[in-house]
C-alpha cells in the first residue's frame, strides 16, 4: 500500500514550468508544500548545457559552410580586432578563432597596442568595412579609456556588424527586422529554443540593463515570438526591493557583473535561472591563476530551479556559437 502511495505521490505538476516534479526521499532536500508525513519533495532541477547546444549549431553550420564551398562559393570570414593584451579579451578572441577554425570559416586576428588613438581604430575599421574578402567583423571590447567605444561602434557597416551593436542593427532589433542579434541574447533564446522551455506568459526579470546583453535581452523575451511572449521587468543597481523582484520571476537573467549577486532566496521554486556573468577570480589551485566566478551562487540556487545554466559551458558557448551564426548569416547575404 505505501509503495503504492509513493507511487501516486511521485510526481507532481510544476504549474511555473508546466513539468512535473519528482518526489525525492532525501530528507535534506527543500521542502515543498506540506504533504504530511510522506515525504519531501524537490523539483528536478535540469542544467541548461550551452557545451553540447552550441556543438550541434557548430555542427549546423560546418554543414552550411560546406555546402557554400560546394558551390564554389568562398567560406565565411570573419575579423577580430583586439586592442591591448587584456586576459579576458585574448581568451575570448582566441575561442572564436577557434570556433572559426571548428566550422571551416577563415578568420583574422589583427591585434594593436593599447597606444593605438582613435583616429587610426578609426582608420582600421574603415579598412575592415571596405575589404570584400570579409564578410564580417568585431571590436572586441572594452577598449582602452581614451578610445570612445560608441564611436567606433557607429563607424562599423551595419552589414558587417555581425555583434549588432550598431544603432541600424539595434534599431531593426526593436523593429522586429531581420538584424544581427547581439550574441549573447541571441544564444540565450537559441538555448531556451532548444529546451523546449515555455516562455508565454511568463513573468521573465532582467538583472542588468546592458547595451549588449540586458536591453536586447528584454526586447527579445517580450517580442511575439516562441520563445518571448513573456512579460518583462528589467532590473538594475538602482532598483528597489530587486530580492523581493527578483523572487516573483518565473524566468531570471542574470547579466549584473557582480559574482554570487544572485542567492537562494532572490530565486522562486522552480525558476529558471540564466546566468551571463563571468567574472575571473584568482585561485591558486588553478594553472590558470584563475577561476570564472558566475553572477549566481549555483551551489545554493540550483536546487530551487526547473533550469539553471552554470558559469562554464553555459551561456559563453552558445554566445560564441551565434557570432557564428550571425557571421554565416553576413555572407549568405553578400
Ligand atoms: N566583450 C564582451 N562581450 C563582447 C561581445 O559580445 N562582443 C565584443 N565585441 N566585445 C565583447
Redesign the pocket.
Known amino acids: 500500500m505505501l509503495a503504492e502511495l509513493e507511487l501516486i505521490w511521485s510526481l507532481v505538476y510544476h504549474r511555473a514550468t508546466s513539468k512535473y516534479a519528482i518526489l525525492s526521499e532525501a530528507p535534506h532536500a527543500h521542502s515543498g508544500p506540506e504533504m504530511g508525513s510522506l515525504k519531501h519533495w524537490k523539483i528536478t532541477m535540469q542544467l541548461l548545457d550551452g557545451k553540447a547546444c552550441s556543438a550541434k549549431i557548430r555542427q549546423e553550420i560546418a554543414k552550411t559552410v560546406s555546402e557554400i564551398k560546394a558551390s564554389g562559393q568562398r567560406a565565411p570570414h570573419l575579423a577580430a580586432v583586439l586592442v591591448g593584451n587584456d586576459g579576458a ?1 585574448q581568451n ?1 578572441v582566441a575561442f572564436k578563432v577557434k570556433d572559426c577554425a571548428e566550422v571551416d570559416f577563415e578568420s583574422t586576428t589583427i591585434r594593436l597596442e593599447d597606444t593605438i588613438s582613435e583616429q587610426e581604430l578609426l582608420a582600421k575599421v574603415n579598412e575592415l568595412n571596405n575589404n570584400d574578402a570579409i564578410d564580417g567583423f ?5 577598449l582602452p579609456k581614451h578610445i570612445d567605444e560608441n564611436k567606433i561602434i557607429l563607424a562599423i557597416n551595419p552589414a558587417k556588424d555581425v ?1 549588432g ?1 550598431c544603432p541600424e542593427n539595434v534599431g531593426r532589433l526593436n523593429l522586429g527586422l531581420p538584424t544581427f542579434i ?3 541574447p541571441n544564444g540565450i533564446m537559441e538555448l531556451l529554443k532548444r529546451y523546449e522551455i515555455d516562455t508565454e506568459g511568463k513573468h521573465c526579470v532582467i538583472l542588468g540593463r546592458s547595451n ?1 546583453v540586458g536591453t536586447p535581452m528584454a526586447v527579445l523575451m517580450s517580442r511575439n515570438t516562441n520563445p518571448g511572449n513573456a512579460t518583462v521587468t528589467i532590473a538594475h543597481s538602482r532598483t528597489k526591493s530587486l530580492a523581493a523582484l527578483c523572487s516573483t520571476a518565473d524566468i531570471l537573467i542574470v547579466a549584473i557583473g557582480k559574482t554570487e549577486f544572485v542567492t537562494a532566496d532572490m530565486v522562486k521554486e522552480g525558476a529558471v535561472v540564466i546566468d551571463v556573468g563571468q567574472t575571473r577570480v584568482p585561485d591558486d589551485s588553478k594553472k590558470s591563476g584563475f577561476r570564472n566566478v558566475g553572477d549566481v551562487d549555483f551551489e545554493n540556487v540550483k536546487n530551487k530551479c526547473s533550469y539553471i545554466t552554470y558559469v562554464t559551458g553555459g551561456v559563453g558557448p552558445m ?1 560564441r556559437a551565434s557570432l557564428l551564426q550571425n557571421t554565416l548569416k553576413a555572407n549568405l547575404r553578400r
Open positions: 579579451s575570448y568585431i571590436v572586441q571590447l572594452p555583434d551593436f547581439s550574441a549573447t549588449i554566445t
